[in-house]
């Protein structure tokens, strides 16, 4: 079986600092990997994939993750964060080797990131 | 585009009542899949379902149950609630046309249970 573990329940940064939000996945076969980001009282929206390629993706809004297989680990950074970028950070997995159960999603428990000014 | 639509937003029953959720997906979304968020247990996934037939099922009881439509709306039902199924229901729509599960999400029914 799949999981997740995000290491930091709780990151606080200042503004335009650097973060790095720590993902480690646990999973026997080729995985997909997502990051989703979620704002007070709304859903989860995707911030960024990897199915394969280059393991390094980026979002439009500055994010970074890198994929690293011997690690099993997908962290995410960003070299300045925003106070805009204050919201709870999600890793997921999910099973890159199957066609039918691709599309059910393992969630770590979550790094709520604040950003203070 | 619209996106994912789920009603109603907030709800409050009691233990052993039931409940409905509703999905609406993004227009074009055939793949419905429900997930059950909780401070402790975090996001749990519930299950998916694709052209109306379940396709992948999470560790939930058979109070938890749910359908799909034609137009590919979803409807989640749990019966004979307890107080542990407080929580926020999830609801996410894809495409299911390529190798991945790219989901988006909608808001959410918050369920509480007193």
């Known amino acids: 079986a799949q999981s997740v573990t995000q290491l930091d329940s709780q990151v606080p940064v200042f503004e335009e600092a650097p973060v790095e939000l720590r993902c480690n996945y646990s999973?026997?076969?080729?995985?997909?990997l997502f990051w989703y980001v979620q704002y007070p009282n709304q859903g989860l929206q995707l911030l960024l994939k990897y199915l394969s390629g280059s393991t390094l993706v980026e979002s439009i809004n500055g994010f970074e993750a890198e994929f690293n297989k011997s690690q099993t680990s997908f962290h995410l950074r960003k070299p300045s964060v925003h106070i805009s970028d204050t919201a709870e950070y999600f890793c997921a997995v999910s099973d890159g080797s199957s066609g039918g159960s691709n599309y059910k999603l393992t969630f770590g428990k979550g790094t709520l990131l604040t950003v203070n000014p | 585009k619209a996106g994912v639509t789920q009603t109603p937003r907030y709800l409050i029953k009691t233990r052993g009542q039931q409940v409905t959720l509703s999905c609406s997906p993004i227009s074009g979304h055939r793949s419905v899949s429900w997930y059950q968020q909780t401070p402790g247990q975090g996001l749990q996934f519930l299950f998916e379902?694709?052209?109306?037939?379940?396709?992948n099922k999470g560790n939930f009881p058979g109070r938890f149950s749910g359908r799909q439509f034609s137009n590919s709306r979803s409807e989640m039902n749990v019966s004979t609630l307890e107080l542990g199924d407080s929580a926020l229901y999830l609801c996410?729509?894809?495409?299911?046309?390529?190798?991945?599960?790219?989901?988006?999400f909608g808001e959410g029914s918050r369920l509480t249970v007193l």
């Open positions: 996410a729509s894809s495409k299911r046309t390529t190798g991945a599960g790219e989901l988006f």
């Open positions: 999973s026997s076969v080729s995985v997909y």
């Open positions: 379902y694709f052209s109306e037939t379940q396709r």
